[in-house]
């Protein structure tokens, strides 16, 4: 592989930075209309990446200098044209989110790991849920609710005791935030093909706010999600550290 094909994204920090001058040092500033796109940092940036690039056919390769990086690869500066050239190919195909606001404004955004539903106020939230057109709950009196997909099941879905989905598992993690009616309520694992349709009992008095990956819209009355198929997303990861094996692992995790 030309490494003119290469293009490089980093985060703010010291780690990504220091990153990023070792690898133009040795490969060169990179082309930003590549194909290839390397992305140095953590689990924010890679999301922030893939967001910044669905309208364009890319590869993303990302290797971590964050925390965490459940979605990235190890760091290593030394041949890197190799290491992208026997990646393995993981396609994600984002929600989409559309929110309405109590004064009527449609809100349009795109997750790769979650929808969430959040109360703004000291009162619970009281949501209707509809899934594919059919009531199933006619109100959930939580503090939110999560809507996560199988690449952010590890994510913030799991924080509030959802499932870990397998990545090739085609379904969609539904886990409401501290319920109080229906208290026994856990949550349910639905098709990925599934609509889901989200109705704000009393905006006004119980406020609550829909945000897609880390954009949010505040006041919504009524917020619908489901998968868009005509987006692709294409991430590259080490044969040996595939994001489907760290996916079954965290099910073993203590």
């Known amino acids: 592989m030309s490494l003119s094909n290469i293009a490089f994204v980093a985060a703010e920090s010291p780690d990504a930075q220091a990153a990023l001058r070792e690898l133009t040092a ?7 209309g590549a194909e290839t796109i390397v992305v140095l940092g953590g689990d924010g940036t890679m999301l922030r990446a893939l967001h910044d690039t669905m309208t364009r056919p890319v590869r993303i390769f990302g290797m971590n200098c964050g925390t965490v990086g459940f979605l990235m690869n190890r760091y290593d500066a030394a041949g890197l044209a190799e290491r992208i050239a026997r990646a393995e190919q993981v396609t994600l195909h984002p929600l989409q989110m559309v929110a309405k606001t109590s004064d009527g404004v449609e809100h349009r955004l ?6 969430s539903l959040l109360r703004e106020s000291a009162q619970a939230a009281k949501i209707k849920l509809e899934i594919d057109g ?16 199988p690449a ?16 090739s598992s085609a379904v ?27 109705v704000i009992h009393e905006p006004e008095r119980r406020p609550v706010s829909a945000t897609a990956d880390f954009t949010e819209v505040r006041a919504v009355s009524e917020v619908t999600v489901c998968q868009d198929q005509s987006i692709a997303l294409t991430l590259l990861f080490d044969p040996e550290h595939h994001l489907e094996e760290r996916i079954l692992q965290e099910q073993f995790q203590g």
Not at 157 to 167: D, E, F, K, R, Y
Not at 172 to 198: D, N, V, Y
């Open 134 to 149: 059919r009531q199933r709950m006619d109100e959930l009196v939580c503090d939110g609710v999560i809507v996560a997909t």
């Open 152 to 167: 952010g099941s590890t994510a913030y879905n799991l924080s509030a005791h959802g499932p870990i989905l397998p990545l």
């Open 110 to 115: 795109l997750a790769v790991n979650e929808v």
């Open 26 to 32: 040795r490969y060169g500033p990179g082309d930003p």
């Open 172 to 198: 969609l993690a539904l886990t409401p935030i501290s319920p109080f009616r229906p208290r026994r309520w856990r949550g349910a694992i639905l098709p990925q093909r599934a609509r889901l349709r989200f």
